[in-house]
């Protein structure tokens, strides 16, 4: 921009100073043809002709005075517009040689960015690995209490794995902190600079928090949750958990093209509300926490004209809306759910039979932070 107003001032003021030069050769032209036209009727009148003479003399002296004035502002401007140029080019020199420090700035925050995001995404797959360990060295542990040497052994790697889980904790804290440390010492930089990193923090910011949040508070509640669910439900090939959510066949919760609970699917959530009630008392209130409730369809396109909904990205949203509002009716803080729809964009199965389409059609829930 200030680029810009330069070019403009540049280009404006030599055009003043060629039309101030143009005005000043008309007016000498045009005193050159009065003088010359009162010259000739007068100058001849034998009674005046003598103080005419003397009055032109005089006349012709002070616009000659006054054309040497003319030509010497003239130069004095053109003098005042060669320095005006050589400022306006230290200017733009100037403003160049920030524009290069300002990006070189833009790509160090940046390369920080791509770090810290990568640590992050890194750590937290060992993380959710080692967790994964863990719970199935205690499963066998239960399974050998009568081997007391393979009992002992399991305990040992159990702890051993435990302690390494610590330790990578402790390393991910460590190493945010210098990531945090980086950002903090980036953005004074930037400060130095006149340049403001709010969005770009605030980011950050928000990502660590979550990455915390999930590795130390939500996380221990997770398993809880889903074992909840599944007693709650019993066992039904319609109800599994899958990873870190638990899934429900859209089935058994709504008719085929229809956003509508079912008798039976209403059943079944009133027994999910009173397991998420009881979770609201289990889980400390300075953990701020949500159930997902995403909402997915087959890939069966909807048929034109369809009342309600026009695609598979509405009608998926419709259920999860659906299901968050039976389950709030049921006594669930609605501050708690949050429901979305995905469509057919995230498919279990990639088959056409109705097997594979009916795994597809679906609602997950899963315990997360805010």
Do not use: C
């Amino acid at each position: 921009m200030l680029n810009i107003r330069f070019r403009e001032k540049t280009n404006t003021w030599p055009a003043f100073v060629d039309l101030f030069s143009n005005l000043v050769i008309i007016l000498i032209f045009l005193l050159i043809v009065f003088v010359f036209l009162w010259t000739t009727t007068s100058v001849f009148n034998k009674n005046t002709g003598a103080k005419m003479v003397s009055d032109l003399k005089k006349a012709n002296e002070e616009q000659a005075q006054k054309i040497l004035q003319m030509t010497a502002d003239e130069e004095e401007a053109k003098r005042l517009l060669i320095l005006a140029r050589a400022e306006l080019e230290n200017l733009e020199n100037n403003n160049a040689k920030l524009s290069t420090e300002l990006k070189e700035v833009d790509l160090s925050v940046d390369e920080l960015i791509s770090e810290y995001e990568l640590k992050v995404s890194e750590l937290q797959n060992q993380g959710l690995d080692l967790q994964k360990q863990v719970a199935q060295l205690t499963t066998q542990l239960n399974q050998a209490t009568l081997d007391k040497q393979k009992t002992a052994e399991l305990e040992q790697e159990r702890r051993e794995l435990q302690t390494q889980m610590e330790a990578q904790r402790a390393s991910l804290a460590e190493q945010l902190t210098k990531l945090q440390a980086a950002l903090d010492a980036a953005e004074e930089k930037a400060h130095e600079k006149d340049i403001q990193y709010v969005e770009m923090s605030s980011r950050l910011n928000k990502a660590l928090a979550d990455k915390v949040a999930e590795l130390n508070s939500v996380a221990q509640f997770q398993s809880e949750f889903y074992k909840a669910i599944k007693n709650a439900l019993g066992d039904g090939t319609y109800i599994q958990p899958e990873g870190d959510r638990f899934i429900v066949s859209s089935d058994i919760l709504f008719g085929s093209g229809s956003y509508t609970l079912s008798p039976e699917g209403k059943n079944q959530l009133r027994l999910i509300a009173n397991v998420i009630k009881d979770l609201e008392n289990k889980i400390p209130t300075d953990v701020d926490w949500i159930i997902r409730v995403d909402g997915h369809t087959d890939k069966k396109q909807v048929v034109p004209g369809t009342k309600g909904y026009k695609n598979n990205m509405e009608l998926s949203f419709l259920r999860a809306n659906a299901v968050v509002e039976e389950l709030a009716r049921s006594g669930v803080s609605k501050r708690r759910l949050v429901p979305s729809g995905f469509g057919d964009l995230h498919p279990v199965e990639l088959g056409t039979d109705q097997a594979s389409l009916q795994k597809n059609r679906r609602i997950e829930l899963q315990l997360t932070n805010r």
